[in-house]
């Protein structure tokens, strides 16, 4: 999709946004604090896990991720395959680095409340991916790719002079 660095730039953050933004909603309802936060506390939360989120995907798994599917995809011409792939490994590098993130945030606010911080990991890790991967794949990912390519993308007729 995105081919310059530009594009990469404005794609990610568009992507960002709304992983960020329903990812953030669904893990207040989870811990159920919506009650207990303000909306500017939530904004607040939202932003700062917006900032790390596009950090990782811009230079850490953003990167990986595609250079994985590009391996796997290596031998097929079919774009819903790299596609596919491609999202499907962000979702899990997003969701593993994220979840460390959502552990620490928790645990500066409230303190340790598990004897296990692995088992902690997982079940936030699993609660989160099952619920980016279907989130990315069906809604966020086609809607920020018909964005992305309606209003960003250069087209070839805009670089013919």
């Known amino acids: 999709m995105p081919i310059t660095r530009k594009e990469s730039l404005y794609f990610g953050l568009i992507m960002c946004f709304g992983m960020v933004l329903f990812m953030t909603l669904y893990n207040l309802y989870l811990n159920d604090a919506f009650g207990q936060i303000s909306f500017l506390g939530g904004i607040t939360d939202f932003l700062i896990g917006f900032i790390v989120a596009l950090i ?5 798994v953003g990167p990986l991720a595609k250079k994985v599917a590009y391996r796997l995809t290596a031998n097929t011409t079919n774009v ?14 997003m969701a593993f680095f994220m979840s460390i993130y959502g552990l ?3 645990y500066f606010h ?4 598990s004897n296990s911080v692995i088992k902690e ?9 099952v619920v980016a991967l279907p989130l990315q794949i069906i809604i966020i990912g086609p809607i920020v790719r018909y964005i992305f390519t309606k209003y960003i993308k250069t087209t070839q007729n805009n670089l013919v002079v």
């Open 104 to 106: 620490v945030t928790s």
């Open 110 to 113: 409230n303190g340790f409340s």
């Open 121 to 129: 990991f997982f079940s936030v890790f699993f609660r989160n991916f």
């Open 56 to 60: 990782l995907d811009l230079y850490l």
């Open 80 to 93: 819903l395959y790299k596609v596919l792939t491609i999202s499907t490994c962000m979702v899990i590098g």
